[in-house]
């Protein structure tokens, strides 16, 4: 079974950057982030003049999150720069940093 290590993220905007979408790459998937990131820069190609501004993005895909409901979140910031991630519907994190206050610490 192959995982996915990465995912390419293409995404076309105005020249104002007001109005974005997410563009169909030519290869989406790979199984190393290497592989993508060789990609990239001919990832968007095809796109030219098509829109005013095109970027592109390789995002690191969790193996451990392959059966999970996963959502892609992108944005696209006033200085051109895509951030993208890779998003779980309910997932709760949890964090093991120590505690300051003396009544919570266990007592030997």
Avoid at 30 to 54: K, N, Q
Avoid at 91 to 97: C, F, I, Q, R, Y
């Amino acid at each position: 079974m192959e995982h996915i290590a990465a995912l390419l993220l293409i995404v076309g905007c105005s020249a104002d950057l007001a109005e974005c979408r997410e563009l169909p790459a030519p290869v989406p998937v790979f199984e190393t982030a290497e592989e993508c990131d060789a990609e990239l820069p001919r990832a968007s190609l095809g796109y030219d003049g098509a829109y005013p501004h095109v970027v592109a993005r390789c995002i690191a895909v969790d193996p451990a999150m392959e059966e999970a409901d996963a959502e892609l979140v992108w944005d696209v910031r006033s200085d051109g720069s895509l951030v993208a991630s890779i998003e779980t519907a309910g997932v709760m994190v949890a964090t093991n940093s120590p505690r300051t206050d003396k009544r919570d610490r266990f007592r030997e």
